[in-house]
């Protein structure tokens, strides 16, 4: 069972406008939670993250909320730019009971956006 | 400073052969890890290190293993190499594994087993 999800595997929106990326999770023990964002050939690279005692962090063009009633998060993008076609993971972090004080991370499935000029 | 190394890039096995995946930091991570991709199923992590000498296994760990003689390198070892271990395998590290930090990838090695 996948404890974080992805329902979009892809998403294209127009250059200026709102990408939004939304991700899902199910284990209320996640108390961290970040994006990542991915090009062709290239390793993950981090984007932006947030604490589950917050429900909004902004970087710049990047916005997370964080809905944990709702076990929601999502990524806005604004204005969107051609250079951010890639694919975006979103990712949980909690202590695995079994590892003593390291953390985790669990990650989505990804969703692809493609942004057009 | 290269941040996160890893070779080779592309490999093609036979079922049955063994092989290893190289992985090098340069920034003093205690903590690395090897994580798989495959399609619809995001980054799944293998084993992981949280300095030298101590290892533990991630959600994956069957068919993999790992050891961490000196905090650069984390090298993954497929000692009976299955088709079902065809994936993209990447490396990271970070500063610290009792943290939530950023964890710095490495490029990926795309492997075949056929």
């Known amino acids: 069972d996948q404890q974080v999800k992805q329902n979009s595997p892809s998403l294209s929106v127009q250059e200026g406008r709102i990408s939004i990326l939304n991700c899902d999770y199910t284990?209320?023990?996640?108390?961290?939670f970040l994006w990542y964002k991915k090009y062709p050939a290239e390793g993950p690279t981090f984007l932006i993250s947030?604490?589950?005692?917050?429900d909004k962090n902004e970087d710049g063009r990047f916005t997370v909320f964080l809905n944990k009633s709702a076990k929601h998060l999502s990524l806005h993008i604004v204005p969107s730019q051609p250079g951010d076609s890639a694919v975006y993971f979103c990712?949980?972090?909690?202590?695995?009971?079994?590892?003593?004080?390291?953390?985790?991370?669990?990650f989505g499935s990804g969703t692809q956006l493609t942004v057009l000029p | 400073n290269a941040g996160v190394t890893q070779t080779p890039k592309f490999q093609v096995l036979k079922t049955g052969q063994s092989m290893t995946l190289q992985c090098a930091q340069d920034?003093?991570?205690?903590?690395m890890s090897w994580y798989r991709q495959d399609p619809g199923m995001g980054l799944r992590l293998i084993h992981y290190?949280?300095?030298?000498?101590?290892?533990d296994q991630g959600e994956v760990p069957n068919g993999y293993n790992v050891s961490r003689s000196t905090t650069e390198d984390f090298p993954l070892r497929l000692l009976s190499a299955a088709p079902s271990q065809t994936s993209v395998y990447f490396c990271?590290?970070?500063?610290?594994?009792?943290?939530?930090?950023?964890?710095?990838f490495g490029p990926g090695t795309r492997l075949t087993v056929l």
């Open positions: 284990n209320s023990m996640f108390d961290y």
């Open positions: 990712a949980a972090s909690t202590y695995r009971i079994s590892s003593g004080s390291a953390r985790q991370l669990t």
């Open positions: 990271a590290s970070s500063y610290s594994g009792s943290f939530v930090n950023e964890q710095f």
């Open positions: 947030i604490s589950s005692i917050k």
């Open positions: 920034m003093n991570h205690e903590y």
């Open positions: 290190s949280v300095g030298a000498g101590i290892t």
